[in-house]
């Protein structure tokens, strides 16, 4: 069970540590000694139950999640989670105010775009209240506008709940911080996508209502999605009146994404992928053996930095899209200006092992993504190469 160390920058699923796999396999085989693999017993289970209550209890500890919060694992990734959020928001604010509300997003990129017309597309009351594009010199996603420039648009509207993308990984754009003018307000529940951001860096969860964030980048394999959400909004989503609901044509949700419903059978209401869940675990555990959070913090600080400013040193040979108040530390997106060495970059990149560079179809060029565990050492590698390349072809 031995490799390489890899030095892969694809956007996920992503690389993940190697002695978590090299663990996640044994168990896949023989898990505990029991004679049986970890996705071979049953998800209700004591094995099994004990993997959910110890990939809660490491999550709790790694973010801090204060106990105004409840986690919970469900099947499914990213798109699952925001195609998810609307019905079961909005019927926890008809339980508070017994009326309709109205669903807001943010679009700063792909992915909150896409959620925006998901939305749309299952007929709940959604609205833009900003697209940064409207307020872009290029008309294009790349920056995040002040607060003061789209803040009045929230005040005295009902609103279920306030939904961004914390880090749009096709773009490359990342919220420096959560928009004030939302964490501050008490009646607005803000709903954030952390696909691509979670676990790396320290954040305060007691701002946000939801979190949701497809595992297959810091957190594990594709297949689950983790939820951390107010408790508060759970009861509100149970208290709603089915007759409201129906008069006010509310939809139901699915009921496997029905989240109270999830919550009260401890994620496991049907079968939960637990081999998935234990790789996740493992991902936990080993975050917290090296320092947690603050450690991961700093690395993935230093990472970006490093790159950032090695193609920032070479404004002639490499073109970065993104406002530097909102670049990613997740995903460096960057350009060759002259486009016609683009195969030749991926080429020499690819003979050093450097991989998964290319950028996402839709914006062309290339993206190397930074994750959890991409360490100092592997980026420093990318950074020898971007230097090398500039200066053998500028
Ligand atoms: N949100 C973000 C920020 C993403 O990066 C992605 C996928 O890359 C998704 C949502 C969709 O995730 P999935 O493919 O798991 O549905």
Known sequence: LEREEPSHFGAGPAQLPTCVLQQA????VNYKNLGLGIGEISHRSKDATQVIEDGKRHLRELMDIPDTHEVFFMQGGGTTGFSS???NLLRGYVGKTGRVGTCGYLVTGSWSEKAFEEAQRLRLPAEVVFDSREFDTEKKFGSIPEESQWSARVQGKKYAYVYLC?????HGVEWPQLPRCLVEDDDVELVADLSS?????EIDVSQYGV???GAQKNIGLAGLTVYIIKKSILKNIAAADEEIL???GIPVTPIAFDYPTVV??????NTIPIFTLHVMDLVFQHLLKKGGLPQQTIENKQKAKLLYEALDAYPEFYRLPVAKNCRSSMNVVFTLVDSSLDDQFLKDAAAQRLTGLKGHRSVGGFRASLYNALTVATVERLVQFVKAFAEEHK
């Open 246 to 248: 129906n008069e006010l």
């Open 25 to 28: 396999a044994k168990d896949l």
């Open 166 to 170: 914390e880090n749009e990984t096709v």
């Open 197 to 201: 951001d979670i676990l790396s860096r």
């Open 211 to 213: 979190i949701m964030a």
């Open 85 to 87: 959020l609307g019905t």
């Open 264 to 269: 009260k059978n401890n994620s496991a209401y």
